[in-house]
């Protein structure tokens, strides 16, 4: 079959792993300048797939889409590293504060101006772990889905065959194309970044990043078009700006908290078949398991 058109939706998340005290706003959302940023880790996942249907079919792309300020392009940046031909980077004030719904209606309008045959995305982000946008955007697009795919194991013409990981057991199910894919955390860790590429695409910006630079690397640009990362706002998409942000989107978080769980007490055991015999019948006695 010809190439495919690959659509990537990924995120770049706060790193959930050190929330503080400043995690929150008043207005209840994520103060995401306060925790360090990361590559959402279901979505590296996602890309991985997408790389490999890349690599069996000639002539195919692979294009990440993300949503977020204008510090989200470096992760468009990493997935060129890794494999990717470039990215979209949807990002506008109007965008703060959107919950699953707001989101899934900005990304779904401007997926609507990129010609695919496959959009994959991670199934949950850590910052949210609703598992909602991905089924969204296709309800909203009216594609067919397939969700927690572990593995694309085949692409042809009529679509694809993908192996999803449920709670008891593995099944194998078949999509038409177009569609769209949610991938597990269980699927395959994404490839290294290449130094090859890294050299290649280091110098990838986007439209607010290249409003800081100098005549030195706008020049370098017009040698290199391919080093530009395309930026859309509200603008730039079909959309209803009511169903933007805060007043698109119906979900309040009204608190989020950092448990922190405390030793009470520890209790050493020496490395022997009695000591082990001993700590499971406790811990069956006091119904920690069994």
Known sequence: ?????????????????????????????????????????????????????????????VHVLTMGPGRAAEIIREAMYRGADGGYLLSDRAFAGSDTLATSYAIASAI??????????????????????????????????????????????????????????????????PCLVTVNGSAAPCRPCNAHRMMKYKYARSAQEIQNSGEDYLALLNQRPYLKIVDWNVNDIECDPAELGLSGSPTKVKQIENVVFKVKETKHLAADDRSIDLMMKELIANHTIG
């Open 1 to 61: 079959m010809n190439g495919l058109k690959i659509v990537v939706l990924a995120k770049q998340v706060p790193d959930t792993r050190n929330v503080g005290k400043d995690a929150m706003k008043a207005d209840g959302t994520v103060n995401r300048a306060a925790l360090p940023a990361i590559f959402n880790p279901e979505d590296l996942n996602a890309l991985e797939q997408a790389l490999r249907l890349k690599d069996k079919f000639e002539n195919s792309s």
């Open 112 to 177: 609507k101006n990129i010609d695919f045959d496959i959009i994959v995305c991670g199934r949950q982000a850590i910052d949210g772990d609703t598992a909602q946008v991905g089924p969204q955007v296709a309800e909203k697009l009216s594609l067919p889905q397939v969700t927690y795919v572990e593995e694309i194991i085949d692409c042809n013409k009529k679509g694809i065959a993908a192996k999803r990981r449920l709670e008891r057991g593995v099944e194998v199910v078949e999509a038409p194309l």
